[in-house]
T-cell receptor, first 116, second 116 residues
Framework: DAGVIQSPRHEVTEMGQEVTLRCKPI?????LFWYRQTMMRGLELLIY????????DSGMPEDRFSAKMPNASFSTLKIQPSEPRDSAVYFC??????????????FGSGTRLTVV | AQSVAQPEDQVNVAEGNPLTVKCTYS??????LFWYVQYPNRGLQFLLK??????LVKGSYGFEAEFNKSQTSFHLKKPSALVSDSALYFC??????????????FGGGTRVLVKP
């Protein structure tokens, strides 16, 4: 199993540009989570999906952020327009949500975003 | 609502000495508890979890954690720390099997520095 795959690993963009981060969860996992990590705020949950349906997007900071999960094997997090304060490491994680029992998350390696 | 606190931003320990990383939690029901480790420029990796049963849980890399319901704590421990244990450690909690979704709440993280 290749694990959770995120792309790109690094992204440097100019303020105002659109940024799209991509995530491929582990095959068979039915929950997907997007997190943002910064020194100031730590690890923040932005949004999560169960069975491709967004369940809780209360962590999405602004309307500039949007996330989609068109199918079970792909999700995107888009920032438009990007701002310097969006600079952070963005992690995607997936999990198998069962009716009983609990599984932890498997995290991707993250995308380090720098907005200049 | 569920929450988790890691009271120490950083823990310093000499190699070979015991290591403890503290975590306390708050949930309305029975907790599901997790520890994750993050090495530099990497995603979070699962260490161990407590769901039910024995209060002492053993995990990867020689780590263990003790669930204490009366103190609402789940401290991570290692009897003899290694320099390679230097990393960022996260405690996480989920509010039992009936909680909606599959959402974990993470603590702010504790940086562990093991000195030779």
């Amino acid at each position: 199993d290749a694990g959770v795959i995120q792309s790109p690993r690094h992204e440097v963009t100019e303020m105002g540009q659109e940024v799209t981060l991509r995530c491929k969860p582990i095959s068979g996992h039915n929950s997907l989570f997007w997190y943002r990590q910064t020194m100031m705020r730590g690890l923040e949950l932005l949004i999560y999906f169960n069975n491709n349906v967004p369940i809780d997007d209360s962590g999405m900071p602004e309307d500039r952020f949007s996330a989609k999960m068109p199918n079970a094997s792909f999700s995107t997090l888009k920032i438009q327009p990007s701002e310097p304060r969006d600079s952070a490491v963005y992690f995607c994680a997936s999990s198998l949500r069962l009716r009983t029992g609990i599984n932890g998350y498997t995290f991707g390696s993250g995308t380090r975003l720098t907005v200049v | 609502a569920q929450s988790v606190a890691q009271p120490e931003d950083q823990v310093n320990v000499a190699e070979g000495n015991p290591l403890t990383v503290k975590c306390t939690y708050s949930v309305s029901g029975n907790p599901y508890l997790f520890w994750y480790v993050q090495y530099p420029n990497r995603g979070l990796q699962f260490l161990l979890k407590y769901i039910t049963g024995d209060n002492l849980v053993k995990g990867s890399y020689g780590f263990e954690a003790e669930f204490n319901k009366s103190q609402t704590s789940f401290h991570l421990k290692k009897p003899s720390a290694l320099v390679s244990d230097s990393a960022l450690y996260f405690c996480a909690v989920r509010d039992g099997p009936h909680a909606a979704g599959n959402k974990l709440t993470f603590g702010g993280g504790t940086r562990v520095l093991v000195k030779p």
